[in-house]
Nanobody, 122 residues
Framework: VQLQASGGGSVQAGGSLRLSCAASGRTLSNYAVAWFRQAPGKEREFVAAVSKAGVNRIYADSVKGRFTISKDNAKNTVTQQMNSLKPEDTAVYFC????????????????WGQGTQVTVSS
């Protein structure tokens, strides 16, 4: 499966952005999909993930209540709505797919899209 992330940009603190991850080659109903992020000089960090059927979701504590991940298997896309953005959310965001179970470990995800930059200014 090939993944294409989009939707990044620059916003002020408190603003919102919506990221999209479009898949091609295979149907996303066979994959759990996650968003990870990486800020300069920091390790890759789990953000959110959604199960194959799009029913179960998990979030990092740092984004819980502000970010929402959703999956549309018919459209083969995953979106992440990000509200109440903070400067510490600034990072390159990556979407990734796993044919296994829902997990927060980046090493469990074998398919990665290119990153999209999110910049939040104070």
């Amino acid at each position: 499966v090939q993944l294409q992330a989009s939707g990044g940009g620059s916003v002020q603190a408190g603003g919102s952005l919506r990221l999209s991850c479009a898949a091609s080659g295979r149907t996303l109903s066979n994959y759990a999909v996650a968003w990870f992020r990486q800020a300069p000089g920091k390790e890759r960090e789990f953000v959110a993930a959604v199960s194959k059927a799009g029913v179960n979701r998990i979030y990092a504590d740092s984004v819980k209540g502000r970010f929402t991940i959703s999956k549309d298997n018919a459209k083969n896309t995953v979106t992440q709505q990000m509200n109440s953005l903070k400067p510490e959310d600034t990072a390159v965001y990556f979407c990734a797919a796993s044919s296994g179970f829902l997990t927060t470990r980046w090493s469990d995800y074998g398919y990665w899209g290119q990153g999209t930059q999110v910049t939040v200014s104070s």
